[in-house]
DNA sequence: TTGTACGCGTTATCAT
DNA sequence: ATGATAACGCGTACAA
């Protein structure tokens, strides 16, 4: 595997491998002719520059790492689109890394900022509480983008969030169901050992039913099953097929995911239980899939857009010296579709 | 950023750097005790490798490379999920790698390849008529799964590919339709400029038509909007709405995706057409979301798990030296569902 | 405007 | 079992 290099190039052009490396690189000090010259041999002999060598020699890459778990979130897929353009409209290159569910996304970043000279980093979902000193570690700026609970123990001016109040719109989601006259409000959250968005909003969920004077019963709370991915709708599907084995009563379910939400309504229709008549479903996160389900999914809405964009403007602001770190809250918004109806 | 490096570690504990790499890097020729000294002096000065200089210097790493356009294609995204199981069973890694709409990904995977050491490269999706003479460039084994059309003025020995036959697989998804006695079928497929499976598909669509003594009606068949994601439930939403405003009648659609057709199903509905009393709808690739929705939708089936192991045994094969480039071809499986009735 | 020489952090080779 | 040293391919002072 002989690949050509930049010497070789040089060598055939007659030139310096400096005035080479100018040529690829858009820098000002060079002869135009010369540039065209070397441009056009490098297209001839396919001379691709190799990237791990650049990245060991350059100072600083223009790139933000946005670093995502999982990949059957769509909620979270939507935001990468976002996120891509506006790092895009920066002048940035963004490099997306995927972390595995036995990964540890701090473990990752460490590394990436070792390998390509990253400027930021964005972490999309996940969970923060235990990994406070590797985080410190990070000398890049970074934001938590969508993740449930923040690390405590770090200052908070040491890095930046942007997420919904997962808490007050769980209590929002449940009042709402409470409201139209729900009182045994089932549930699919997030495992116990895990203190992801999922668990904080079951917190929302139990503060609201006792504010409602409704007692809380564990019965009707179920968690993800840790053998399938997490927040999947094949979940939500295993997950109320087993609850509804158990023949507690309940008039709606309230499900940490729109994703959940949908394998819910299919394990229910399958069981001859319909929705809204006999049980109402809502979901949360406002995925374009709960728009189209039969019935409709009513959920609470996570502003993508505005996510995506304080996400990035906070970043920026960081990397330009303009700003500093922010911890910003975004407003869900609850969508009322088919899926509930009044008791 | 005085980043800690191999050298310090090795002036730290008194060692030359080469012994450092191979206590990294699992080498047989080291005592044990230094080896141990090594690991824990690293991890109390939370040293990482730069994989930047271990792929410049690296003569291979057992890494795949799988590159996938877009993210929105759940069927891909179903895919991913089993290569990287096979590839970890393999004793690789897999790295992914996700490729803009307007990028052309053979230019990344030429990048890869110099980047990392990369030893095989699985394509997902995607398009490789006119990229003929820059696929030759490649020289690590490469196979086009699930890729539409395929690249015909190179020889077949030198690539791989595993697909369904989207020709046959659309006459007979077409035909089912026929023999359900639907005659105006409508048609959601690829834009016409690009050779993709939906453009395949459509062609089996043609010919099933015709066999049928059929007239092929031209203002039944729609392409994906370019301006919207290829592939994504919006986009056979605006499609089929724009559709419906020509009042040309119908009594079946046939969507080249899952996806597209649960967007479609959408616009149906707002439209006040009932499914499938009024207009049968089917898709192609058996996404979970399908069996969801409500009708539930009847579609040809990829046969996931198939054609993933069968893709990394090509690769490993030739990567292992038994076994050669091969064209594998995969039945798909109709599955009917509750979206298609009689006429 | 252009070329030379050095160093980025690592692994491979060879000697010990 | 271990250490010294030469690459890997590129960017960039610095000199010309």
Chains 1, 2 share one sequence.
Do not use: W
Not at 77 to 104: C, N, P, T
Not at 125 to 144: A, H, T
Request: glycine share 6%; hydrophobic share 40%; proline share 3%.
């Amino acid at each position: 595997m002989n690949t050509v290099n930049i010497r070789d190039i040089a060598r055939m052009c007659g030139v310096g491998v400096s005035t080479v490396s100018r040529a690829i690189n858009n820098h000002p000090d060079i002869n135009q002719e010369t540039k065209e010259k070397i441009l056009k041999c490098i297209a001839e002999n396919n001379y691709i520059p190799n990237n791990s060598a650049r990245n060991l020699k350059r100072q600083e890459a223009k790139v933000i790492a946005v670093l995502i778990k999982g990949l059957t979130n769509t909620f979270l897929i939507e935001m990468i689109q976002i996120l891509e353009e506006e790092i895009k409209r920066h002048g940035y290159s963004m490099a997306l890394e995927r972390v595995h569910f036995d990964q540890d996304e701090v473990d990752i970043a460490l590394e990436l900022v070792k390998e390509k000279r990253l400027r930021g980093i964005i972490f999309l979902g996940g969970d923060f509480e235990n990994r406070v000193s590797k985080l410190r570690e990070l000398d890049v700026p970074f934001v938590l983008s969508t993740a449930g609970s923040q690390p405590e123990d770090i200052s908070s001016d040491e890095y930046s969030s942007v997420s919904v109040d997962d808490m007050r719109e769980g209590y929002k989601m449940t009042e709402f169901l409470i409201k139209k006259g729900h009182k045994r409000i089932a549930m699919i959250s997030a495992k116990t050992d895990d203190e992801s968005v999922g668990k904080l909003r079951l917190r929302g969920y139990k503060k609201a039913l006792e504010d409602n004077g409704i007692a809380f019963d564990p019965e009707l709370v179920r968690f993800m099953r840790p053998d399938v991915e997490d927040y999947s709708m094949e979940n939500g599907y295993v997950v109320t097929r087993d609850f509804l084995k158990d023949k507690v009563p309940f008039t709606a379910l309230f499900c940490v995911s729109d994703t959940l939400a949908l394998g819910a309504c299919r394990a229910l229709n399958e069981a001859g239980v319909r929705i809204p008549e006999d049980v109402s479903v809502v979901g949360f996160d406002g995925v374009e899939a709960g728009k189209f389900y039969c019935p409709s999914l009513t959920t609470m809405e996570q502003p993508v857009t505005e996510m995506a964009r304080a996400t990035t403007d906070i970043l920026f602001g960081i990397i330009d010296g303009h700003g500093s770190h922010t911890h910003k809250i975004c407003k869900a918004n609850l969508v009322e579709r088919e899926s509930v109806r009044s008791l």
